[in-house]
């Protein structure tokens, strides 16, 4: 699976949207891209994934740029539960989850 | 059931004990994996089930990590003679398939003294 850079951390304010960016330069045609938080001391939750299509759900949008190098994970108005580790994950499907170091969002009242 | 549970949720065990995790997948799901994480790191995946055949044990970090799914539905993950390196969260994830997003458990944190 291609590897993935992300920003160690990051600050939002409440209320705010937090937009997390996410670098995959090397991935391949059949690799989706998803997105998991972790919030201390839980397991890992899903939040959305896409192939080439930007998509939304309840919890956040996914922008994936047109050559699919890249792509930013928004939570639009941001709340101090939004606090957590997001990882940023490209999968061929059928292949187990290759995690990275993630980046540590911190939401500020 | 409305998500995948693990149990115990804690476990200490002494250096050379046996311990057994147990997770409990979504309902339906077929394909069902193995994770470990250490403190201060992402998960790292040990192993892989589709129904009951072990397909990828490739993650597991030595023979005395052995995992089962007898009826394709509840899976144990067995550490024989723990060593204090396998102090870390174990993690269960479940799928209705293989392709399919993986939903995680809340894990079982091992600590070994």
């Known amino acids: 699976d291609a590897k993935t850079t992300q920003p160690t951390s990051m600050d939002c304010a409440e209320g705010r949207a937090a937009n997390l960016p996410c670098n995959h330069s090397t991935i391949s045609g059949n690799e989706y891209v998803y997105w998991y938080r972790q919030i201390h001391s839980q397991g890992p939750q899903y939040i959305i994934h896409?192939?080439?299509n930007n998509e939304t759900n309840e919890m956040a949008s996914l922008i994936i740029t047109e050559d699919r190098k890249s792509s930013t994970l928004i939570l639009p108005h941001a709340t101090l539960r939004d606090t957590a580790v997001y990882y940023c994950?490209?999968?061929?499907?059928?292949?187990?989850?290759?995690f990275g170091s993630g980046t540590q969002l911190t939401v500020l009242p | 059931g409305a998500g995948v549970s693990q149990s115990p949720r804690y476990k200490v065990a002494k250096r050379g004990q046996d311990v057994a995790l147990r997770c409990d997948p979504i309902s339906g799901h077929v394909s069902l994996f193995w994770y470990q994480q250490a403190l201060g790191q992402g998960p790292e995946f040990l192993t892989y089930f589709q129904n009951e055949a072990q397909l990828d044990k490739s993650g597991l970090p030595s023979d005395r990590f052995f995992a089962e799914r007898p009826e394709g539905s509840v899976s144990t993950l067995k550490i024989q003679r723990t060593q204090q390196e396998d102090s870390a969260v174990y993690l269960c994830?479940?799928?209705?398939?293989?392709?399919?997003?993986?939903?995680f458990g809340p894990g079982t944190r091992l600590l070994v003294l």
């Open positions: 896409g192939l080439k």
């Open positions: 994830a479940s799928s209705f398939q293989i392709q399919e997003t993986q939903y």
């Open positions: 994950i490209v999968r061929v499907a059928a292949r187990q989850l290759t």
